[in-house]
C-alpha cells in the first residue's frame, strides 16, 4: 500500500471503529429531558435577543453625553433610568452585553483551542514530556488566576480583543488537564493503535483522531469557560481595568453603578447585576446538562 492510501485509511479508519451507535439526536433529546438544561438554554436565547435584536426595537445614544438628563429614576422616557452621563441604561444593558457575550465567547474559544492543543499533545507524547508539560501547568495553576490577569491587564489598553487574549491566555489551563486525560485513554484504543500501523503521524492522530473523539468533553468545557471569561470581565470592570468610553461592558457598568450605592441609585446596580447572574447561571445550567446529555450518549 503506498503512503498516500496509507494516509487515507488512516483518516477513515477512527470515523468506523469509534463511531457511537447513538446518534446526536439522543443528545439533544437526553438534553431536551433536562429541565434545568432547557431552562438555561431559555435563558442565554432570551438575554442574546435581548442583547442584539433589543437595539433595533429600543434604539438609544450611547455616545453623547448628556447632562440634563443624568442619574434619572426610572420613568417616562427611560423605563431602567439613566446613568451619571445621561446614558439610557436600558440601552446601555444591551450594549455592555454585546461586548461581555463577545468577550466571553472569544476568550473561551481562545483558551478552549490554546488547552485541547497543549493536552493533546501531552496525553499522546507521555513520558518525560508530558511530565514537564503538566508540571507547567500545575505552576501556573498554583499562581492566582486574577492577580495576573490584573497585572497584564494594567499594562495594556483596554480593548474586547486585548481582554479576550488576556482572560483566555490564563484559561486555557483546565482544558488542558481534562483534554490530557481524555487521550491518555484514547489512546490506547484500537483505532489509535491501527491508524499508527497505517502511518499515521503524531500531527494526523491529534487532529484528525483524538481531538474529535474528545469533542463533547471540549464541548462542555467552552460551556463552562464562557461563563467563567464573563465572571472574569466583570471582576475586572469593577476593580477599573475594564472598557473605557464609548465602549462599555457589564463590569464596568456594575463598577460605576456601585459608587452611586450611598445615593440609593438602584438602577444603576440591580439591573446589570441581574443580568450578570443570569447568564452566568444560564451557561452553567446549558454546561450541566450537555455534560450529563453527553456522558448519557457514551454509554
Known amino acids: 500500500m503506498s503512503t498516500a492510501r ?12 469509534t463511531r457511537n451507535p447513538l446518534s446526536r439526536s439522543a443528545v439533544l433529546k437526553a438534553l431536551w429531558r433536562n429541565k434545568p438544561g432547557m431552562a ?8 442574546v435577543l435581548f442583547c442584539y435584536l433589543g437595539p433595533l426595537v429600543y434604539p438609544t445614544n450611547q455616545t453623547d453625553v448628556d447632562l440634563l438628563n443624568a442619574a434619572l429614576a426610572p420613568g417616562e422616557g427611560f423605563p431602567l433610568g439613566t446613568d451619571s452621563n445621561g446614558f439610557d441604561v436600558l440601552g446601555r444593558l444591551m450594549q455592555g452585553g ?7 465567547l472569544l476568550a473561551a474559544l481562545f483558551a478552549t483551542t490554546l488547552g485541547t492543543i497543549y493536552g493533546a499533545v501531552a496525553g499522546l507524547v507521555g513520558g518525560v514530556v508530558d511530565g514537564i508539560m503538566m508540571r507547567v501547568v500545575d505552576v501556573l495553576l498554583s499562581i492566582p488566576f486574577l492577580f495576573f ?3 497584564i491587564a494594567a ?5 474586547p480583543l486585548t481582554l479576550s487574549l488576556v482572560i483566555g491566555g490564563f484559561s486555557w489551563l483546565v482544558a488542558a488537564r481534562l483534554i490530557r486525560g481524555e487521550v491518555l485513554s484514547l489512546r490506547v484504543r484500537e483505532f489509535v493503535s491501527a491508524a499508527r500501523l497505517m502511518g499515521a503521524s503524531n500531527r494526523r492522530l491529534i487532529f484528525s483522531h483524538l481531538i474529535p473523539n474528545t469533542f463533547g468533553v471540549i464541548i462542555v468545557n467552552l460551556t463552562f469557560q464562557v461563563a467563567d471569561s464573563i465572571i472574569v470581565l466583570a471582576a475586572l470592570g469593577y476593580l477599573g481595568f475594564g472598557l473605557s468610553y464609548p465602549v462599555t461592558d457589564w463590569g464596568s457598568q456594575f463598577s460605576s453603578g456601585v459608587t452611586f450605592l450611598a445615593a440609593d441609585y438602584w438602577w444603576l446596580i440591580y439591573p446589570v447585576g441581574v443580568c450578570i447572574v443570569l447568564t452566568v447561571l444560564a451557561l452553567n445550567l446549558l454546561g450541566d446538562a450537555l455534560r450529563d446529555a453527553i456522558e448519557h450518549r457514551s454509554l
Open 98 to 104: 454585546q461586548v461581555s457575550l463577545q468577550i466571553g
Open 6 to 17: 496509507a494516509e487515507i485509511a488512516a483518516e477513515e479508519l477512527p470515523v468506523l471503529a
Open 155 to 159: 499594562r495594556f489598553t483596554a480593548t
Open 40 to 47: 438555561g438554554v431559555f435563558i442565554l436565547v432570551g438575554l
Open 149 to 151: 490577569v490584573l497585572i
